[in-house]
């Protein structure tokens, strides 16, 4: 079965699981549970900073960091970063002992303090090589509205409601007019977003 990354790199989908044999997104309720956890996830992701570039510029100069492409970790617990940060990482986890917190509640915060502490990979360390070209030519998920509604498509009663954060699916009365989204304004920054752990696809040498 291919694979294929949506919205960012790194988390890779069982296309099948996925797409209808249209190409079309399938609807939630057919999609596995972890995989529908991620997919979910990603709509949240979308537009974030890269971590390694806020950890340099901070909220106040939040619009200087540059956009993630790039995803490593389970939902909740994952470390997004841009082309020109994944490097160190890499090297962070394959050279500088990184690989020993896998699965730790600190992996992702011995990362952060690993970089604030102006480490760095050598130059010309080389990352992983992505089949994609760049994050533009992924397939993007379906917006929250578009989750909800297909969520709730021939549902009457009880809606179910989408937490984008935790990707977590719960049940609510529904009068028909209520808003069909969590709030995914909420300011997100680097204490909230968890530890890291590199969960399924781990980088190798």
Not at 112 to 138: K, S
Not at 175 to 199: I, K, Q, R, W
């Amino acid at each position: 079965m291919a694979k294929v990354s949506i919205g960012l790199r790194g988390w890779r989908f069982e296309e099948s699981e996925v797409f209808t044999d249209e190409g079309e997104f399938r609807p939630l309720d057919e999609v596995p549970d972890d995989t529908r956890r991620r997919l979910i996830r990603l709509t949240y992701l979308q537009g974030k900073p890269c971590d390694a570039c806020y950890l340099i510029h901070g909220e106040a100069e939040k619009k200087r960091c540059n956009q993630a492409e790039i995803v490593y970790g389970e939902p909740m617990e994952e470390v997004l970063l841009c082309s020109d940060h994944e490097a160190d990482f890499l090297y962070w986890f394959r050279e500088e002992g990184g690989s020993e917190y896998r699965g730790e509640e600190t992996f992702r915060d011995e990362f952060h303090e690993w970089f604030a502490a102006d480490n760095r990979a050598p130059d010309g360390y080389g990352g992983l090589e992505h089949v994609d070209t760049g994050p533009d030519e992924l397939p993007t998920p379906p917006d929250p509205a578009e989750l909800n509604r297909r969520l709730n498509e021939n549902y009457e009663g009880k809606r179910k409601r989408i937490d984008l954060k935790t990707g977590e699916i719960t049940y609510d009365e529904w009068s028909g007019d209520e808003d069909e989204t969590e709030d995914e304004d909420e300011a997100e920054t680097m204490d909230d977003v968890g530890d890291l752990d590199l969960g399924q696809d781990y980088p190798t040498k």
